[in-house]
Nanobody
Framework: QVSLVESGGGLVQAGGSLRLSCAAS????????LGWFRQAPGKEREFVGA????????YYADSVKGRFSISRDNAKNTVYLQMNSLKPEDTAVYYC??????????????????WGQGTQVAVSS
């Protein structure tokens, strides 16, 4: 069993920044991928980016490339999503999720095994 807890969401003006955290606990593996997704009202959950826990490689959706970055702190079992130059269209509930059984980046929610509860990000214009 893996537990994921997100934090750091909030309200920010367009052009501002936020940093989300995802703290992982429970069963651990040496090779897995932790992804960030988001879901806006009335829309499907979409992939934002991901990081490989062992090697620290990252992969991003085109919509956030150059604005968002993902990093990890192995000692704290925590992954961060740094969001800069935020836009109103970034408004969504943000989720972290773990893909335990793959060391390649997958972008579909169904490929991820455990999810956090989500944290709301609202960007005002």
């Amino acid at each position: 069993q893996v537990s994921l807890v997100e934090s750091g969401g909030g309200l920010v003006q367009a052009g501002g920044s936020l940093r989300l955290s995802c703290a992982a606990s429970g069963r651990t593996f040496s090779n897995y991928v932790l992804g960030w997704f988001r879901q806006a009202p009335g829309k499907e959950r979409e992939f934002v980016g991901a990081i490989s826990w062992s090697g620290g490689r990252t992969y991003y959706a085109d919509s956030v490339k150059g604005r968002f970055s993902i990093s990890r702190d192995n000692a704290k079992n925590t992954v961060y999503l740094q969001m800069n130059s935020l836009k109103p269209e970034d408004t969504a509930v943000y989720y972290c999720a773990v893909d335990l059984y793959s060391n390649v980046f997958r972008v579909l929610p169904r490929d991820y095994d455990y999810w956090g509860q989500g944290t709301q990000v609202a960007v005002s214009s």
